[in-house]
């Protein structure tokens, strides 16, 4: 996730104007949000998409990423959580499988104002057992 966020921030500074949420004073501001999403569960442990897309949207990032995202797990209803909170806040929607769960998979996803035009999952090294 850290690589994407990094990519991300290349990119913005790279390109300022073109993905400038606004310029004040000549500085190019890019807003960024950090969003664990519980796989769709709200602060009350419901299952809420509509609440959680409503925090996006009132914050109005570039970009957001998604942290504990689900796709087709039967916890989360088989939904495709990125997709379906695109459709919800008007944003592209990315996911990153990091691995298999509940019938589905499980990773992280990004929810952005500006089209993709490549994507890479990249693996970080770890120890089993750790």
């Given amino acids: 996730m850290m690589r994407i966020l990094g990519l991300i921030f290349m990119l913005g500074f790279h390109n300022s104007q073109l993905l400038a949420q606004e310029n004040k004073g ?16 709200t602060t009350k442990g419901d299952f809420n998409l509509d609440i959680i897309a409503k925090v996006i949207r009132d914050a ?3 970009f957001v990423a998604l942290q504990e995202v689900d796709f087709n797990t039967n916890r989360s209803r088989k939904y495709d959580l990125v ?8 944003l592209v929607p990315l996911f990153g499988r990091a691995m298999y769960y509940d019938g589905g ?8 104002k500006y089209s993709f035009i490549e994507s890479r999952i990249v693996a970080l090294p770890f120890k089993p057992g750790c």
């Avoid at 997709?83 to 008007?90: F, I, K, Y």
């Avoid at 998979?105 to 952005?112: C, V």
């Fill in 26 to 41: 000549g500085n190019t501001i890019i807003r960024v949000l950090s969003f664990n999403i519980l796989h769709g569960a």
């Fill in 60 to 62: 109005n990032p570039d």
């Fill in 83 to 90: 997709v379906e909170l695109s459709n919800r806040t008007g």
């Fill in 105 to 112: 998979e499980y990773g992280e996803g990004i929810l952005s």
